[in-house]
């Protein structure tokens, strides 16, 4: 079975305490009062949960006492999450957050984790859902032209719409910010592959 690294520590807080109350009643040569014994005694606790609190990394803030309906909260925890490592379970955290009130910054990260997981269709649905809200971010375009070339390259979902559509949005993007990126080399190369 394996122990919790912890409990040492919280074990040896409590003897601190102890000994440090048995220390003072021999100094002053009586005891404490009892209110400031269990006062002491608390803070010690307290400081040996949040110590714990702090050695997990996860601590998530919100001001929301019913954290259920917070999107803030689900949005730190994808971040959380995703910095773990732990892609698909940030994923639930960013699809629950969207439910309860839009974000284009946790539809970007969607958009990024589908990506890295080769689910294209699911990332450009949700850059099309940003696009509408942003239509001013080269980022966004951009992206959705990649997504779209790499489900036409990488899946067997090959539709000559998806380069046309690339190759449209590889342009917005160069419309919004000259020479963005690789922009203009991406839409030489579609122009090329189109005209095949």
């Known amino acids: ?12 807080f409590i003897n601190f305490a102890y000994s440090y109350f048995l220390y003072i009643k021999n100094f002053r040569g ?8 269990i006062l002491v005694l608390g803070l010690i606790i307290t400081l040996a949960f949040v110590t714990v609190a702090l050695g997990t990394n996860i601590i998530v803030k919100t001001d929301n006492n ?5 999107p803030q909260f ?3 925890l994808g971040h959380y999450l995703a910095e773990q490592g732990d892609y698909s379970k940030a994923i639930s955290a960013y699809e629950y957050c969207l439910l309860l009130g839009e974000d284009a910054e946790v539809r970007n990260n969607l958009a990024v984790l ?10 450009i649905n949700h850059l099309r859902a940003i696009i509408v809200v942003e239509p001013n971010n080269p980022s966004y375009h951009y992206d959705l032209a990649i997504n779209l070339v790499d489900r036409f390259r990488n899946t067997d979902d090959k539709k000559i719409t998806d380069l046309e559509e690339a190759l449209a949005e590889f342009e917005k993007a160069n419309a919004i ?6 922009s203009l080399e ?3 190369v579609l122009k090329t592959i189109l005209k095949n």
Do not use: V
């Open 74 to 76: 689900y949005k730190a």
């Open 30 to 37: 009586g005891l404490l009062k009892k209110k400031t014994i």
């Open 66 to 70: 019913n954290f259920q309906k917070d």
């Open 177 to 182: 910010e000259q020479g963005y990126a690789h």
């Open 186 to 188: 991406n839409i030489g």
């Open 1 to 12: 079975m394996r122990r919790n690294p912890w409990a040492k520590l919280i074990r040896s």
């Open 114 to 123: 589908y990506y890295q997981a080769g689910k294209y269709s699911e990332a």
